[in-house]
């Protein structure tokens, strides 16, 4: 990647990726600013103008209560995109602890670490989750709390395989052998060699959370209303299905998109950061 | 020969053994983690419960006599000892809100749902593997692509979206198909679709660049060079080389399934565990939120131990530790 030229080629030969990629960081670009910008209330209703079709008012026309659909599919991308965001430092962060505990001390501690991991991994965290939120009962922090908690033990194994790879592999022992500190060989060249794996887990993990925040939203049980949230929207969507397609059609699309171009850009981060496995 | 298949059989044994114990752990664990959820739980279940029941808030006397009843008054270990002493007789407990018994509802249910998971599975299978083998035997052509393309779109579609578009084109424009319930095969379709779409491009993806993968291999190629069909290269070293991966996803996507039916069984209005489970978490019904937590993972570790199984016979390398 030297020069400019491979990157184009790459955009050629992968169209269907840059696409995805290049919607969803539009999408995420105009969830960030434009609830910011524009002085619509994305909860504001006004019955007289329900069920609206697009116009140049209202973009995406209206929902059943009249209220706008561009500013509300955006506002609760922004919620989307900062739940999964909080969920994904917290998840990165408790994995990375605990596969760096497990990986670097071995022994009992290990064990103990990969068994709960195993725990957690045994089963789908969706159902975890609702347990959770069933119990607690649905909100913001809940729904972030219910997520995080189901969400990082796929981290602490990954972190953990790779600290295990690397801890024999020659550069760190000569950095021990030269006297370098535990800390500071986990700080200069265990985390940068974590980075890329990471990463490529992280990017793929956006859409997959805010497919789970829709999901439960869908339910009932995620962001609850009057927040506009894509799942939730869906929900107030179906008796109107008939009536046109503008209130179903947006908030799918958006989660469409997420997920779509967040596998994307997974897929072409680890097609760049490992140039000899994924060469066929 | 008969000695190492003795020594085989006994290792296999010994690895079994070892999976069930660890599988028997986890339920306890699992079953103990949803079980102090209720310790968690904001309010005081009895409060709430009896003012829902009664309609007005309850008098302390109520409370105490709702948590004997209930054996709410006792310490944390003691009542999910006793939980535990009538789970393993297949008595789950009662729901707070209806009163009656999770075993029960269950036991009406859980067909439901495994049809639909089934069936599903099924399709994805006999869809899936066959369209990948046609990928990767098409490899770089516009097929290939096409096929790739309407893979990705397959993961990223939210299966409840596709579930309105699907309702919205087959029930209430064209009028073919039902939009909710069961009682016939064309009940089926339609939730099956959402379901298994996913499915069907993961297995897709796996088959292709599995056989693609092993293509590319020196000993396939130096094979392939001496004389050896590409038909020949596919039976002798492909499918072999892609049993394993394929069988390991197979059961991840069956525990994916089984989650997945929780939103699809809603959708569809579908009478399965899902439907049960969505509606105790909404009426924040403890008992049985905890009975189908456990529920749950008892399935999804019967599915591992299969798996694993499943890797013994189909794979005699296979490392047992």
């Known amino acids: 990647?030297?020069?400019?030229?491979?990157?184009?080629?790459?955009?050629?030969?992968?169209?269907?990726?840059?696409?995805?990629?290049?919607?969803?960081?539009?999408?995420?670009?105009?969830?960030?600013?434009?609830?910011?910008?524009?002085?619509?209330?994305?909860?504001?209703?006004?019955?007289?103008?329900?069920?609206?079709?697009?116009?140049?008012?209202?973009?995406?026309?209206?929902?059943?209560?009249?209220?706008?659909?561009?500013?509300?599919?955006?506002?609760?991308?922004?919620?989307?995109?900062?739940?999964?965001?909080?969920?994904?430092?917290?998840?990165l962060i408790l994995g990375t602890v605990v596969g760096m505990l497990a990986g670097l001390t071995g022994g009992v501690i290990d064990e103990i670490c990969m068994r709960l991991v195993d725990v957690f991994l045994s089963f789908p965290s969706m159902i975890l989750a609702l347990a959770m939120i069933g119990t607690l009962g649905p909100g913001f922090w809940n729904l972030i709390l219910a997520l995080a908690i189901t969400w990082w033990p796929p981290y602490a194994r990954l972190v953990r395989s790779k600290v295990l790879a690397l801890k024999s592999s020659n550069y760190i022992i000569?950095?021990?052998?030269?006297?370098?500190?535990?800390?500071?060989?986990?700080?200069?060249?265990?985390?940068?060699?974590?980075?890329?794996?990471?990463?490529?887990?992280l990017s793929l993990d956006v859409g997959f959370v805010i497919l789970s925040i829709a999901g439960l939203g869908f339910l009932g049980l995620g962001i609850q209303p009057p927040a506009p949230e894509?799942?939730?929207?869906?929900?107030?969507?179906?008796?109107?299905?008939?009536?046109?397609?503008q209130m179903v059609l947006p908030p799918g699309l958006a989660i469409l998109i997420m997920i779509l171009g967040f596998n994307s850009l997974s897929e072409a981060l680890d097609e760049w950061l490992n140039p000899k496995t994924n060469a066929r | 020969m008969g000695v190492s298949y003795l020594i085989k059989d006994k290792i296999v044994f010994r690895f079994f053994l070892r999976r069930t114990l660890w599988s028997i752990v986890v339920l306890l664990v699992v079953s103990f983690m949803s079980y102090t959820l209720i310790f968690i739980a904001p309010g005081d279940p009895a409060t709430i419960l009896i003012g829902k029941q009664t309609g007005r808030f309850p008098t302390p006397e109520q409370v105490a006599q709702f948590r004997t009843e209930y054996g709410l008054d006792k310490p944390l270990l003691v009542q999910y000892y006793n939980w535990l002493k009538q789970a393993v007789q297949g008595y789950l407990g009662q729901s707070f809100r209806t009163g009656t018994s999770v075993a029960s509802e269950v036991r009406v249910r859980f067909g439901n749902t495994l049809l639909l998971v089934t069936?599903?599975?099924l399709v994805a299978i006999i869809l899936g593997i066959p369209s990948g083998l046609l990928a990767a035997w098409f490899k770089d052509t516009f097929l290939d692509r096409f096929i790739h393309a309407l893979s990705m779109l397959a993961v990223a579609i939210p299966d409840f979206w596709l579930a309105f578009l699907l309702i919205l084109l087959f029930s209430i424009v064209l009028r073919w198909l039902p939009s909710h319930g069961i009682g016939s095969a064309k009940h089926l379709i339609l939730p099956v679709i959402c379901l298994g779409l996913a499915n069907i491009a993961r297995l897709n993806r796996l088959t292709r660049s599995g056989l693609v993968g092993v293509?590319?291999?020196?000993?396939?190629?130096?094979?392939?060079?001496?004389?050896?069909?590409?038909?020949?290269?596919?039976?002798?070293?492909?499918?072999?080389?892609i049993a394993v991966p394929i069988v390991t996803l197979i059961f991840t996507l069956f525990s994916g399934a089984i989650a997945g039916t929780i939103i699809i069984e809603n959708v569809f209005a579908w009478p399965g565990i899902g439907f049960y489970f969505v509606e105790a978490v909404n009426y924040r019904d403890l008992p049985v939120i905890q009975a189908m937590v456990a529920l749950y993972a008892a399935v999804f570790i019967a599915?591992?131990?299969?798996?694993?199984?499943?890797?013994?016979?189909?794979d005699p390398r296979i490392r047992l530790d």
């Open chain 2, 119 to 121: 069936v599903t599975m």
């Open chain 1, 1 to 91: 990647m030297a020069n400019f030229t491979p990157r184009l080629l790459w955009i050629r030969h992968n169209l269907f990726h840059s696409i995805g990629i290049a919607l969803a960081l539009l999408l995420v670009a105009a969830s960030l600013i434009y609830p910011l910008v524009s002085p619509i209330d994305p909860t504001k209703q006004n019955l007289l103008a329900s069920l609206q079709n697009p116009s140049r008012e209202h973009l995406l026309g209206t929902d059943h209560l009249g209220r706008d659909i561009l500013i509300r599919v955006l506002t609760a991308g922004r919620v989307s995109i900062t739940a999964s965001f909080i969920v994904l430092c917290i998840s």
């Open chain 1, 230 to 245: 894509w799942g939730t929207m869906l929900v107030d969507a179906r008796p109107f299905m008939q009536l046109g397609l």
């Open chain 2, 303 to 314: 599915g591992n131990i299969l798996a694993d199984i499943a890797y013994v016979i189909i």
């Open chain 2, 215 to 241: 293509e590319g291999e020196k000993y396939v190629l130096s094979a392939r060079a001496k004389g050896l069909t590409r038909r020949t290269a596919w039976i002798k070293h492909g499918f072999p080389n």
């Open chain 1, 174 to 201: 000569a950095a021990g052998i030269l006297g370098a500190s535990k800390l500071y060989i986990m700080r200069k060249h265990l985390l940068p060699a974590l980075i890329g794996p990471v990463t490529v887990l």
